[in-house]
């Protein structure tokens, strides 16, 4: 009976421990839980896209490039927020704003690894998004999204081998019409990639336009 009665204290003590470890390790998922869900979602800095967009005017009067409205993508923001928007020169404000996709370099293709921290590169294989100003021009067909592209044209040193590495800019049926933070845009290999959605919308005001648009890739 004594003997009976050790096994029976030790199994109790044994599942107490358990119990015990699972509720630390319930706890501690609950915390990290909490962590992702009170993480601030960031916003675009208006006054930085305001000094962006007067001096992206500026620019495109002196390449004659349109002066009714350009195109402005701050990659300093997290990709599961809106961080493409097409700036009104004449109103001087945002009258569209999007998700926009950057490249994944050496992550996964499609995932979401470098949301906020995304790296950039001139380099042809590298599969990396380039910062600097790109005149779009040239609509074609795309093999993706809604089937439609435009080349960019780097100005700058740090993309001028844009059309080399056949950097376009596309829709992409995985991009999102709406935020997804605290989760990421899809990264492909360096091109801009909208909603199709977006592109609908932009499209018939690239079309339109009787120069150039500006399209500025900055962080």
């Not at 609950?30 to 962006?52: A, R």
């Not at 700036?87 to 404000?93: G, L």
């Not at 790109?134 to 592209?149: E, F, N, P, Q, T």
């Amino acid at each position: 009976m004594k003997f009976s009665s050790m096994i029976f204290m030790m199994i109790v003590f044994l599942s107490c421990q358990k119990g015990k470890q699972f509720s630390v390790f319930e706890n501690e998922l609950t915390k990290q839980s909490e962590v992702v869900q009170n993480e601030e979602k960031p916003v675009l800095d208006l006054i930085k896209t305001k000094n962006k967009g007067t001096e992206a005017l500026e620019f495109c009067k002196e390449r004659k490039l349109n002066t009714d409205f350009c195109i402005l993508i701050d990659m300093s923001l997290h990709s599961g927020v809106n961080r493409f928007v097409v700036w009104d020169f004449k109103k001087q404000k945002i009258v569209n704003k999007y998700l926009v996709g950057h490249g994944c370099g050496t992550n996964s293709w499609s995932g979401d690894e470098s949301k906020d921290h995304p790296a950039f590169s001139n380099e042809d294989g590298s599969h990396l998004s380039s910062l600097g100003k790109y005149k779009l021009s040239g609509r074609g067909y795309s093999d993706w999204g809604i089937h439609v592209k435009y080349l960019m044209h780097g100005l700058e040193e740090s993309n001028s081998n844009a059309l080399k590495r056949f950097i376009v800019f596309h829709s992409w049926d995985l991009m999102s019409d709406e935020e997804t933070f605290p989760k990421g845009s899809p990264e492909g290999w360096g091109c801009p990639t909208v909603s199709n959605s977006a592109l609908r919308a932009i499209d018939p005001m690239i079309q339109s336009s009787q120069k150039p648009v500006l399209m500025w890739i900055y962080n």
